[in-house]
């Protein structure tokens, strides 16, 4: 056993698609009428359960970042570069799962 790294990569075959010249019938695929592919729907499912626990995710990680970057402050050692750049990413953080719960763009639908 081993990990990926530690296996010799194995070179990809991709295999060319059929030419559809050769097709006996290539007018019948551009048919008006002609059932097309079903729309694809994205990957992560907009759903207000799945707004609701990452919103909430990311604004407790939010504020744990910024808590742990409070605590030294607390007890009175001054702010350096590093703790002042500690509190602006748990803020953004937080920041960022209100923006997940708001919803700006309207486009997320209840489930259930």
Known sequence: MGSLMTQPLEPVKVVAPPEAASSANPAALTTPGAPTSPEKTPVPNNC?????LSGAGLIGAGGYVYWVARKP????????????MQMVIG??????????????????????
């Open 48 to 52: 207000w359960s799945c707004r609701v």
């Open 73 to 84: 402050l607390k007890l009175g050692h001054p702010p350096g570069p590093g703790t002042i």
């Open 91 to 112: 803020i953004s953080i937080a920041c960022w799962g209100v923006v997940v719960l708001s919803d700006p763009r309207g486009k997320a639908v209840r489930v259930g």
